[in-house]
Structures are given as C-alpha cells and as structure tokens.
C-alpha cells in the first residue's frame, strides 16, 4: 500500500509562484509514476503532469495548460515529487491531488493511478 501526502498549498496573486509537495511513503519506488491532477469547482478533474521512470530513464508529461510554466521533479530519497508552478493564473485555482502507481506508466492524461492523496488547495487571486 502506498500513502501520498501533499503539502504547499495556499493562495497566491495572479502571476506569483507555489511549489507542491507529495511524500510517498509504504514502499520504495524503483519504478513507478508520480503526477498532479486537479479539480475546480464545478469542473471535471483533468491531468495536469507527471512523472514516470525506471532505473534508466524518466520521462514527464504536461498538460498543453500549464506547459512552459510547471515543472515537476521528484527526489529519489525523499520519495517525493514536486510541482514547482510559476505563472500562476486565477484559471490554476483547484485542489491538486498528487497520484501515483507502482510501474513506470505512459506519463500523461490517460495515466489512471491506483493511489491518490488527499489533495491540497490552490487559490489565485487576480
């Protein structure tokens, strides 16, 4: 079993910066897949990145939304991934679950994870 917990979330003026976190914790990852989803109100949850590697690659994906302004990184011994979001913009405003499985899955909006944590708001204020 596999537990995710995000951290970093809050709010932030239109144009600032965030960074989240998601610790895993239950098992150690020699492969696997790591990502971001969110969910505003009213809408559907959709892909927003991820991250999938084995012990010779890693290769990430983003959502067309967010390309060019979130990075997502992950730190091998702190089991952890990031999403670094610059840019932001009032449409960013969402509660961000981090997701993960324990194979190196195709990174990208047709990733369909087993864990999910319990998400963390986002907010931006224009």
């Known amino acids: 079993q596999v537990q995710l917990v995000e951290s970093g979330g809050g709010l932030v003026q239109a144009g600032g910066s965030l960074r989240l976190s998601c610790a895993a914790s239950g098992r150690t990852f020699r492969s696997g897949c790591m990502g971001w989803f969110r969910q505003a109100p009213g809408k559907e949850r959709e892909f927003v990145t991820a991250i999938s590697w084995t012990a010779f690659k890693s290769d990430t994906s983003y959502a067309d939304s967010v390309n060019g302004r979130f990075t997502i990184s992950r730190d091998t011994a702190k089991n952890t991934v990031y999403l670094q979001m610059n840019s932001l913009k009032p449409e960013d405003t969402a509660v961000y679950y981090c997701?993960?499985?324990?194979?190196?899955?195709?990174?990208?909006?047709?990733?369909?994870?087993?864990?999910w944590g319990q998400g963390t708001q986002v907010t931006v204020s224009s």
């Open positions: 997701a993960a499985d324990t194979y190196a899955a195709v990174p990208g909006p047709k990733f369909t994870p087993s864990y």
